[in-house]
C-alpha cells in the first residue's frame, strides 16, 4: 500500500473502524458477511461487522468478494454476476465503481463507456451516471472520450464538446437532447461530404433509438443497410463505433 492511500485510508474512516476491522478479523472460524444493494442503499445482514468497517476491509483486501449475485428489477430470482451479458456486466460494474468512489470533488474519467452497450443502454448509463453526480453533489468534472452521437446528446445542457479530430481542437456546446441530426452534422462530420443515403439511413436508425423503437420491424429493415455501409468505410471512419452501437443488438 502506498504512504498516499494509507493516508487517504486514515482521513476517509475513523479509527473505531480499524479496531473493529481488526476484531471482526480475529474471531476463530469462518466469517462471512452478506451486503445487500439496492435502492434503499446498502445493507449489511448475518453478520455483526458495520457497513463502513466491511468497506475498509474491501479497500484493504482484508476482506474478499466471494460470491455476487443479481435480482433482475422484474423477478424475484437471483442469478450469479458472471452468467451477465458483456454489455449487462459493464452497466453494473461501471455503476458500482461510481457509486463507491464518487466523491464531491472527484474528476470522473470514462474512456468509450459505450462499449458493449447498445444504443437505449448508451443513454441508461450516461443518465444514471449524472444521477449519481447529482446524489453526491459533484462540484469536480466528468471528462468523457466518446464516439458515440448518443452519450454526446445525453450530457446536460451546456457541457463542452471538444473536438480532437480537427485542427486545430474545436470547442462547442452540446445543447441537451439534441437531435441526431443534429449531433451527427456537428460533432461527428457526417454533412454533405457524404452519400445522402447513407446520412439519412443512419439518421433514421438513430431517430429510432431516441423514439424508443429500437428492435422493432422498422429498425431490423434498415440493418442490412447499416452492414453495407459499415463495410465500406475507411477503419478510422468515427462512424463506425456509431454504426456498430445500432446493429449490435439489432439483429
Known amino acids: 500500500m502506498s504512504p498516499a492511500t494509507a493516508e487517504w485510508l486514515l482521513d476517509e474512516f475513523e479509527y473505531d473502524d480499524f479496531i473493529e476491522l481488526q476484531n471482526w478479523g480475529a474471531r ?18 448475518n453478520s455483526e461487522i458495520s457497513k463502513e468497517a466491511l468497506r475498509l476491509g474491501l479497500l484493504t483486501e482484508l476482506i474478499r468478494l466471494r460470491e455476487v449475485t443479481v435480482m433482475p428489477t422484474e423477478g424475484d430470482w437471483f442469478m450469479p454476476a458472471e452468467e451477465l451479458s458483456s454489455g ?5 460494474s461501471t455503476m458500482l465503481a461510481v457509486g463507491f468512489a464518487l466523491e464531491p470533488k472527484a474528476v470522473l474519467l470514462m474512456d468509450e463507456p459505450e462499449n458493449n452497450l447498445h444504443p437505449q443502454w ?7 451516471i ?5 446524489k453526491v453533489r459533484l462540484d469536480g468534472h466528468v471528462i468523457i472520450s ?19 479530430s480537427s485542427e486545430p481542437t474545436r470547442l462547442s456546446l452540446v445543447s441537451y437532447g439534441a437531435s441526431s441530426d443534429e449531433l451527427l452534422l456537428s460533432q461527428f462530420g457526417v454533412g454533405s461530404s457524404r452519400n445522402a443515403i447513407v446520412v439519412e439511413t443512419i439518421q433514421r436508425a438513430i431517430s429510432m433509438v431516441e423514439n424508443g423503437s429500437y428492435g422493432g420491424e422498422d429498425f431490423l429493415g434498415l440493418v442490412p443497410d447499416l452492414k453495407k455501409i459499415r463495410a465500406a468505410l475507411t477503419d478510422n471512419d468515427p462512424l463506425i463505433s456509431v454504426i456498430d452501437a445500432l446493429i449490435d443488438d439489432g439483429e
Not at 476463530?28 to 445482514?45: D, N
Not at 449487462?88 to 453494473?92: K, Q
Not at 466518446?146 to 480532437?164: A, C, K, Q
Open 28 to 45: 476463530k472460524g469462518v466469517r462471512l458477511a452478506t451486503v445487500s444493494l439496492s435502492e434503499r442503499g446498502a445493507a449489511v445482514k
Open 130 to 134: 449524472f444521477d449519481v453526480c447529482d
Open 146 to 164: 466518446t464516439h458515440s452521437p448518443l452519450i454526446v446528446g445525453s450530457v446536460p445542457e451546456s457541457s463542452s464538446v471538444v473536438d480532437m
Open 88 to 92: 449487462e456486466y459493464h452497466m453494473l
Open 122 to 128: 448508451q443513454r441508461d448509463l450516461m443518465s444514471a
